[in-house]
């Protein structure tokens, strides 16, 4: 008798991403026709290697969609002035529909002094406090992108919330609590883990669904997950040969999970295809063009 257990489904991004955006197209193309052209700017202090990788692959794929992507590159010696200044001005430049401030920052620079500086209606990766504190009441605002990407992963593949249990594991403002307010919308019984939670393993195994966002290599492994339970990864964690790796342990999660979101060729490229979509939504509305609502991509 075989009593290996099936590995767990694959929930790749790519073909959503696709599908998003599609829909990035169809907004632009409608807009094209009011001569209105989305522009996005991204604000980068860096010289991170691996963050102006990220920054150029946003551009071209700005490019392919129809929208003008402008890197403004301040270097890695930018200022809190400097940067103060580009926000204000961004924020107030009618030919910018949506702003990125990308991290990380110079050190003596902290992103929660400079986010609130962009203007919410240009705010596409929902990094200003007024964002998240739209979501909170239910008011509309652009959610941070890797938030979002998670909830339409999970609507791709028909993955029911509605009355589950659902851990998310991290706290942050551009994942975990953003996420936590958009699965309530959903009718999640949400429980957020963090790291003065104890005893991980007592929530994850007791979840239907667990999304994990906490930046440790390896921290989810099969013993933290129950039978049949769905597991997306949003971890980003560069190791020293340079690949990339989530905050799931692959190997023993995929032989307890019904279905596991990979690193990388997950979210990450849903995450991207948002940015656009919402950078075309930005643009129309503040052209004042009808748009079709801003809801889930369907299949």
Not at 63 to 68: A, K, L, P, T
Not at 87 to 94: F, K
Not at 141 to 161: G, K, M
Request: proline share 5%.
């Amino acid at each position: 008798m075989n009593t290996t257990r099936p590995q767990a489904r694959v929930l790749s991004g790519k073909g959503l991403a696709g599908l998003v955006q599609e829909q990035a197209r169809d907004r632009i193309r409608a807009l094209g026709a009011d001569s209105v052209r989305p522009v996005l700017a991204v604000v980068v202090a860096t010289s991170d290697q691996s963050t102006h990788w990220y920054v150029r692959s946003i551009e071209r794929a700005a490019e392919r969609v129809g929208i003008d992507c402008r890197i403004l590159d301040l270097g890695q010696e930018a200022t809190q002035e400097s940067l103060v200044s580009v926000l204000r001005d961004l924020s107030v430049e009618p030919s910018v529909s949506g702003i990125i401030l990308q991290t990380p920052l110079p050190g003596a620079v902290r992103a929660e002094d400079l986010v609130g500086l962009i203007a919410p209606e240009k705010d596409i990766d929902g990094a200003n406090p007024l964002s998240l504190g739209r979501l909170a009441v239910g008011q509309p605002a652009f959610a941070p992108a890797t938030a979002r990407a998670v909830v339409e992963l999970l609507d791709h593949y028909e993955v029911p919330v509605a009355g589950k249990n659902v851990a998310v594991v991290g706290r942050s403002a551009v994942v975990g609590k953003p996420l936590s307010l958009l699965l309530l919308e959903k009718d999640a019984t949400v429980t957020i883990c963090h790291s003065k939670s104890g005893d991980l393993a007592r929530y994850t195994r007791a979840a239907d669904v667990v999304v994990v966002a906490a930046g440790r290599t390896g921290l989810l492994t099969g013993s933290h997950v129950s039978p049949g339970s769905v597991v997306v990864d949003v971890g980003t964690n560069v190791l020293a040969d340079g690949s990339l790796v989530g905050d799931v342990d692959e190997a023993s999660v995929m032989g307890v999970a019904a279905a596991l979101s990979p690193v990388p060729g997950g979210v990450g490229s849903v995450t991207t295809a948002l940015l656009l979509l919402h950078t075309a939504e930005a643009a129309g509305l503040q052209a004042r063009i009808p748009l079709m609502a801003a809801s889930s991509v369907r299949n």
